[in-house]
Every structure is written in structure tokens, then in C-alpha cells.
């Protein structure tokens, strides 16, 4: 772990940090821009009211419209370069590993709302986007994933709740001989997915406990469709991964779950995200070590829960 750490540290210093260092010159030019074009427009429209002749005013208006849309212009090219220079780097590191490859990223690309509900994870996505399409394999098990924001109609009120925000996964490990399914679900949000569980109950899925460390048990809800032998695709190991990364984000109060569901041959991951991440600020430093830290963190846990299930399969 020590030596994963300083890998990736060692990355960040040498390619990351560069790249955000000259996104955060354009950030400042950007700034200085925008500060001194508010003061020029100040002038302008003080000198507009001070003359009172209502042709210039709107002589003036033409390249004052032009100056502001091409400032949004330069905004908007900001916003949408960062994020994909920033995972661009951060793909090129993790495809280094063996186990690990890349075949594609699209920056406006997601996963179809039919994907994500055939997880069983949740049961509806009326409203349902996506961005940061990832497309690769995990030895032999191709998979995509993306980041999504689900939200359903409330109805008690005329407004949306959250299903979903975060990273979901899905990966294709080929057990043609798997014909059920095992849903795995936080316990904290028992309350929230009392639909996926009775649904998930219609296929004939139980709650189960064979095979599962105690400590697992207490904060994740399993449950199995008779057919599903527990121990064939939720080892010890996966366990702790998951536990391990779960006190890791409880250790610093941040409130972030792991849902988990292997529906015949696929598998299904859905980690949520109690912030945007790599989402740049106009108006604030963007060079944080930390956050995209985290961001790796994330994506290479959901790639070592599908490495170790491609491991027992």
C-alpha cells in the first residue's frame, strides 16, 4: 500500500502537477480577464450616462455583447478541458498496471438508464445524467464506467429526491453457468432501498449470511437468489477491500456508501460521492493534491472489487 502511495505520488509530481499548474495559469488569466473587463464596462457605462446620447449607448452595446460572449466562450473552454486532461493523466497511470487497460474515454458519455437498472441495485431513474464515460478490462473482464446523477419523482412532493450520485460500474466477466443473482446493499440506507429489496425478493432472493465475515454483516445487507453458492463470488478478500475502503472515507466523516450486485454474468458497482470531484472552481486554486487523490482512490477501488472477482472466476 506504502509503495502504491508513493507510485502514484511520484506520478502526481511529475505529469499531474505540471498540467494543473499551467490550468491554474490559465485560471488567473482568466481572472484577471474577467476583473478588468468589469472595469472597463464600469468606465463604459459611467461615461454612457454621463453623455446621455442614447445612439452611442447603443453603438456601445454591440462590442460590449461581443467582449462578453467571447469571455464565456474562454470560461466554458476552460470548465470542459480540465476534467479530461486531469483523467486522461490519471487512466495513463492506472493502465500501467498489468491487470488494468484502458480502450476509451468520452467526456459527455454515460451508461443507458437500462444498464443501470438491470443492476437491481435501484428501481427507477426518472431523472437520469451522466458524464466521464470509461470503457477497459480488468484482466479478462471488459467493463465501463461512468459517473452518474439519478433522481426520482417524490411522491409526497412536486419536486425530485436523490436515488443516485456517484461512480457506477459495470463489467462483463463471462460466467455463462451463473443464472441467479447476489445484491449487497449499505445497511445505513436499508430505509432507502426497501424497493430494491422487495424487488430483488420477486426473483426469489434471500438475505444470507453463509460465508460472511461478521464485520461485514454489520454494515452491508446480502442477499441471494437460491442458486448462488455465497462463497463463489464474494470472497473474504472482497470483503475487506471493501471494509478497508469503507472505514477509510469514515475515519474523516465523509458520507460515501458502496452498493454491489452480480446479476447472471455481470457485475454491478455503484459508489456514491458526497462531492463533485475534479469539477474546477473559477475562482479558487484547482491544484489539490487531495482531490485528485481521492478520485484515483475511488476508481481503483471499484477496479480491485472486479479484479478480485475476475480472480475467482
Not at 459517473?147 to 419523482?153: P, Q, W
Request: glycine share 4%; proline share 3%.
Amino acid at each position: 500500500m506504502t509503495n502504491a502511495y508513493h507510485d502514484f505520488r511520484l506520478f502526481y509530481n511529475q505529469n499531474i502537477h505540471p498540467e494543473l499548474v499551467h490550468l491554474e495559469q490559465r485560471r488567473r488569466r482568466l481572472i484577471r480577464l474577467l476583473m478588468l473587463s468589469v472595469f472597463l464596462m464600469v468606465c463604459v457605462v459611467a461615461f454612457q450616462i454621463y453623455i446621455d446620447v442614447f445612439a452611442l449607448t447603443l453603438l456601445f452595446l454591440i462590442p460590449m455583447a461581443m467582449w462578453v460572449s467571447y469571455l464565456a466562450f474562454r470560461i466554458r473552454v476552460f470548465f470542459k478541458e480540465f476534467k479530461p486532461r486531469i483523467i486522461g493523466l490519471l487512466l495513463d497511470f492506472i493502465d500501467n498496471d498489468v491487470n488494468f487497460h484502458f480502450d476509451g474515454y468520452q467526456a459527455k458519455g454515460f451508461i443507458s438508464k437500462k444498464d443501470f437498472l438491470q443492476s437491481r441495485i435501484f428501481t427507477t431513474a426518472d431523472d437520469y445524467t451522466g458524464e466521464d464515460l470509461i470503457k477497459g478490462q480488468v484482466r479478462e473482464t471488459p467493463f465501463e464506467l461512468c459517473e452518474l446523477r439519478v433522481s426520482e419523482f417524490s411522491p409526497a412532493r412536486s419536486k425530485l429526491d436523490y436515488v443516485f450520485r456517484g461512480i457506477f460500474l459495470i463489467g462483463d466477466y463471462k460466467r455463462w453457468d451463473l443464472h441467479g443473482g447476489v445484491l449487497v446493499l449499505p445497511d445505513a440506507y436499508r430505509k432507502y432501498l426497501s424497493r430494491s429489496e422487495r424487488a430483488f425478493h420477486l426473483l426469489g432472493g434471500r438475505r444470507v449470511s453463509d460465508n460472511l465475515l461478521p464485520e461485514f454483516e454489520a454494515f452491508f445487507d446480502t442477499y441471494a437468489t437460491p442458486d448462488i453458492r455465497i462463497q463463489d463470488v464474494i470472497s473474504t478478500d472482497l470483503q475487506h477491500v471493501i471494509l478497508e475502503f469503507r472505514q477509510q472515507f469514515q475515519k474523516v466523516n465523509r458520507q460515501k456508501e458502496i452498493y454491489f450486485s452480480i446479476i447472471g454474468d455481470k457485475i454491478y458497482l455503484a459508489l456514491t460521492q458526497d462531492k463533485d470531484l475534479l469539477e474546477p472552481s473559477l475562482f479558487a486554486s484547482n491544484t489539490s493534491f487531495e482531490t485528485v487523490s481521492e478520485f484515483y482512490s475511488d476508481l481503483r477501488l471499484l477496479l480491485e472489487v472486479v479484479l478480485d472477482v475476475d480472480v475467482m472466476n
